[in-house]
C-alpha cells in the first residue's frame, strides 16, 4: 500500500478553486471535471482523476462539518 499524501497548501488552493461549486453545492465531481482541473493547473498533474475526485470528497465532507457545527 502507498504512502499517504499529504496535500500541500498550493493543491488543496488549486482544488478549492477549481471546485468551488461543487464544495458548495455538496456534488462530487466527475471524471471529466477532474481530468479538466489537472490539464488546468500543474500542481495537480501527478495525480489520476480518483485521487482528485476524493481528495474533493473529503473537501466536502469538512466543509459539511464546519457548517453543521456553526449551527449546532
Known sequence: MP???????????ALKKHFRKDIASGQ???QLNC?????KEP???????KQI???VKNLI???Q???QKLHD
Request: aromatic fraction near 12%; charge should be positive.
Open 3 to 13: 504512502a499517504r499524501h499529504q496535500w500541500t497548501l498550493e493543491e488543496k488552493g
Open 43 to 49: 500542481c495537480l498533474k501527478k495525480f489520476t482523476w
Open 28 to 30: 462530487t465531481p466527475r
Open 53 to 55: 475526485k476524493f481528495a
Open 65 to 67: 462539518r464546519q457548517l
Open 61 to 63: 465532507t469538512t466543509h
Open 35 to 39: 481530468l479538466t482541473a489537472i490539464k
